[in-house]
Nanobody, 120 residues
Framework: QVQLVESGGGLVQAGGSLRLSCAAS????????MGWYRQAPGKQRELVAA??????NYADSVKGRFTISRDNAKNTVYLQMNSLKPEDTAVYYC???????????????WGQGTQVTVSS
C-alpha cells in the first residue's frame, strides 16, 4: 500500500503565500503522475498542478502564481502558492499514480486533504 501525507495548509490573507508538501511512502517502484487537486464547497474537484510523464500541467487559474516542484529521492511533491486569492480557498488533495513493488500493480492514490483558506 501507498500513503500520501500532506502538510502546509492553513489560513492566509489575500496576496499571501503558502507551501504545500506531499510525501509518498510504501512499497513504491515508480511514480508516473504526482500533483495537486482542489475542491471548493459545492464544486467539483479540479486539477491544480501535476507532473505527468515529464510534463508539468497547471490550471489556467493558477498559472504564474503557483509552482509545483518535486524531490524524486524523497517521493515528495511541493506546491508553492503565491499571490493567493479568496477563490483559491479549497481543500487541496495530493494525487499520485504509483506502481508498487509488492504487489506489482499500478494504482491511483489520494491524500487526506489539507484546507487552504484565503481571507479577503
Amino acid at each position: 500500500q501507498v500513503q500520501l501525507v500532506e502538510s502546509g495548509g492553513g489560513l492566509v490573507q489575500a496576496g499571501g503565500s503558502l507551501r504545500l508538501s506531499c510525501a509518498a511512502s510504501g512499497s513504491i517502484l515508480s511514480i508516473t503522475v504526482m500533483g495537486w487537486y482542489r475542491q471548493a464547497p459545492g464544486k467539483q474537484r479540479e486539477l491544480v498542478a501535476a507532473f505527468h510523464s515529464g510534463d508539468t500541467n497547471y490550471a489556467d487559474s493558477v498559472k504564474g502564481r503557483f509552482t509545483i516542484s518535486r524531490d524524486n529521492a524523497k517521493n515528495t511533491v511541493y506546491l508553492q502558492m503565491n499571490s493567493l486569492k479568496p477563490e483559491d480557498t479549497a481543500v487541496y488533495y495530493c494525487n499520485a499514480e504509483v506502481t508498487t513493488l509488492m504487489p506489482l500493480r499500478k494504482s491511483t492514490y489520494w491524500g487526506q486533504g489539507t484546507q487552504v483558506t484565503v481571507s479577503s
